[in-house]
């Protein structure tokens, strides 16, 4: 949080070229600083709050100082600061992700907004959905995957993977594995699990790629998996890692595999599941 503050105000002290249209923007440095909280340091949105002496707060830790200035421990009351909130409104800002590469500017009130669905913000780890809370660009998610969780790491467009399981009656622990495979300079995550879906046990294998949607959409994929002269094959469209795995999982977009049809390709007497996936990644022109 700090060190993202710091870099917002620096690029506000330095003229870059490209937004030299908008003059206002180098002469609101000091409306900036009055717009941050003096508390929590956070920005400030309407209602701005202030003490009869003009001390501001934000509205968040208006409700937390219990009605006492945390700057001259005056009684608070219920004063809006309106001027402010004015002020704020007249302003631009770039977006926080400007060293990432987002170049745009906003009214100060809709920067927030944007900055949601930034296309330059950061990505979670793709690993195990929520469990893990790194975030981070694309190339150090990549390194983050490889030496934190040790996930394999393949190079090609095409593959050929072996998911072997002692006991695959025990769907309840849904196990799942993920590999990463680069190809056209890009990562891609495999992701194969077993979960429950309504009462059937299933296994399923799906594609998702490390990076945005708009992006994602450029790629297919198929996916093949069979065994006793049978085979079910999947083709689709790698989904962004914007998206969870869980909602990936939960809309069952990829290849399932019911658990009877998945040991009946796993052969011998069923107590074992050992499936081969084939799987092939391509462009779209
Ligand atoms: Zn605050
Ligand atoms: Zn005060
Ligand atoms: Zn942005
Ligand atoms: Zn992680």
Same mark, same amino acid.
């Given at each position: 949080m700090a060190m993202a503050k710091s870099e917002t105000a620096g690029a506000l002290n330095k003229p870059t070229p490209g937004l030299g249209g908008k003059h206002g923007l180098y002469s609101t440095n000091g409306v900036h600083e009055l717009l941050e909280c003096p508390v929590c340091t956070s920005l400030m949105y309407p209602p701005i709050h202030q003490c009869p002496n003009g001390h501001t707060l934000c509205s968040d830790c208006k409700v937390r100082v219990q009605n006492c200035c945390p700057t001259c421990r005056y009684e608070l009351g219920n004063i809006r600061c309106l001027a402010l909130e004015k002020v704020a409104e007249s302003l631009e800002l770039p977006c926080i992700y400007q060293s990432l590469g987002c170049h745009d500017i906003f009214p100060y009130y809709s920067k927030l907004k944007h900055e949601q669905h930034c296309r330059f913000r950061l990505y979670n780890c793709p690993y195990a959905g929520?469990?893990?809370?790194? @975030?981070? !660009?694309?190339? @150090?998610?990549?390194n983050h995957l490889k030496d934190d969780h040790k996930v394999d790491m393949h190079d090609g467009c095409t593959f050929n993977h072996r998911y072997v399981k002692s006991n695959p009656h025990e769907v309840e622990n849904a196990t799942w594995m993920l590999t990463v495979f680069n190809c056209f300079g890009r990562q891609f995550c495999l992701h194969f699990e077993a979960f429950q879906m309504g009462m059937a046990p299933v296994y399923m294998a799906f594609l998702r790629f490390m990076g945005d949607d708009t992006e994602a959409k450029k790629f297919s994929y198929s996916l093949e998996v069979g065994g006793n002269g049978r085979k079910l094959i999947w083709q689709g469209i790698p989904r962004s890692i914007r998206d969870?795995?869980?909602?990936?999982? !939960?809309?069952? !977009?990829?290849?399932?595999?019911?658990?009877?049809?998945?040991?009946?390709?796993?052969?011998? !007497?069923?107590?074992?599941?050992?499936?081969?996936? @084939?799987?092939?990644?391509?462009k779209e022109e």
């Open positions: 929520s469990e893990c809370s790194v @975030t981070g !660009d694309i190339p @150090t998610l990549v969870s795995h869980r909602k990936v999982r !939960d809309s069952q !977009d990829g290849l399932i595999i019911q658990r009877n049809m998945a040991l009946y390709f796993s052969g011998g !007497d069923r107590q074992e599941l050992k499936l081969r996936i @084939t799987g092939r990644i391509w």
